[in-house]
């Protein structure tokens, strides 16, 4: 497999990355603000059934890969798909079941669910479940994890920015802990909801 498709679905945002799984690069890149609880309302409002839910959002993610697509000048039809975020909560795609603490950085044990691709989305999938500590979870920032480790034999601590930033301490290749911080959901309603919204001007957007 030389190319694959990295999804990266969060609470707030879209990302599908083309991957070159011999070089690690990125070849193309598209963002979007459909994120998994933007997508859910909109499924809830539809009043569709439950059984129509995984191709619903199939969709939506078959409208990023034609801009990939476009991006690339080429077809990309048959490339694998791996998703990771919120895409296996219960307003994912699909509710998987979390991987309990510790986990590895190598990702090998991680949950994961294959999906068969279809007539309407040719792309065999890999959903990536989360994790969870006695009383913590998150889903997505552990595979962004297992692309930045040092493999340091000393205890590290990897900081990620968020919508809910996630703090996690790794000890001897394993993940034994972690934090969560609701940064960004808090800038986020400062923002946009808050009075102080109206002295505050949007400077960036995520790309297309």
Not at 7 to 18: A, E, F, K, N, P
Not at 32 to 37: L, Q
Not at 160 to 167: A, D, E, R, V, W
Request: net charge negative; charged share 20%.
């Amino acid at each position: 497999m030389e190319q694959f498709i990295s999804i990266d679905w969060g609470t707030s945002s879209l990302r599908c990355r083309v991957v070159n799984a011999e070089s690690n690069g990125i070849e193309a890149e598209v963002c979007s603000e459909m994120g998994i609880a933007y997508v859910f309302e909109n499924w809830n409002s539809i009043g569709k059934p439950e059984q129509e839910r995984l191709s619903f959002y199939q969709a939506i993610l078959g409208e990023e890969i034609k801009k990939l697509e476009k991006n690339m000048s080429e077809r990309l039809d048959g490339l694998a798909v791996i998703i990771s975020g919120m895409a296996s909560a219960n307003i994912g795609m699909k509710n998987l079941p979390y991987k309990v603490l510790p986990f590895s950085i190598s990702g090998g044990d991680l949950g994961v669910e294959f999906i068969n691709s279809t007539k309407d989305f040719n792309h065999n999938t890999l959903l990536v479940s989360g994790v969870r500590s006695d009383n913590d979870v998150m889903r997505g920032e552990e595979t962004q994890l297992i692309g930045s480790v040092t493999g340091s034999n000393d205890e590290e601590l990897y900081i990620f920015p968020g919508t809910h930033s996630k703090h996690m301490t790794v000890r001897n290749g394993q993940v034994n802990e972690f934090k969560t911080y609701m940064t960004g959901e808090v800038f986020s309603l400062l923002s946009t909801k808050s009075i102080l919204s109206k002295s505050i001007e949007k400077v960036m957007q995520l790309s297309t």
